[in-house]
């Protein structure tokens, strides 16, 4: 199984960047996927979280300008991310519970992280 995480880059304050992040391999079925960002000397944290269902769960630092959302038929997860701030650059890292097969138990994968910087 593998993450690839996209959508990455420079934006000025108050812009605006989607990342992507599309699970393929022997995938039986995805439970929660989610985001997660790493800024330089700090350790990962949780950015939002969405379950197959679609129910989110957002940081505080997240909460009214990003938007987490799936296509399940594609394992794909999706970060807007809107009004950024130089506080948000990071390297973001998207996760899946993933599931390979009936009997399998779920366990996390992670993506290769893609980098975020927010400055003028």
């Known amino acids: 199984v593998q993450l690839q995480a996209s959508g990455g880059g420079l934006v000025q304050p108050g812009g605006s960047l989607r990342l992507s992040c599309a699970a393929s391999?022997?995938?039986?079925?995805?439970?929660?996927m989610g985001w997660y960002r790493q800024a330089a000397g700090k350790q990962r944290e949780l950015v939002t979280t969405i379950t197959s269902s679609g129910a989110a769960n957002y940081a505080d630092s997240a909460k009214g300008r990003f938007t987490i959302s799936r296509d399940n038929a594609k394992n794909t997860v999706y970060l807007q991310m809107n009004s950024l701030k130089p506080e948000d650059t990071a390297v973001y890292y998207c996760?899946?519970?993933?599931?390979?097969?009936?009997?399998?138990?779920?366990?996390?994968?992670w993506g290769q992280g893609t980098k975020v910087t927010v400055s003028s």
């Open positions: 391999g022997s995938i039986f079925s995805i439970n929660d």
């Open positions: 996760n899946g519970q993933v599931r390979t097969g009936l009997l399998y138990s779920l366990k996390d994968y």
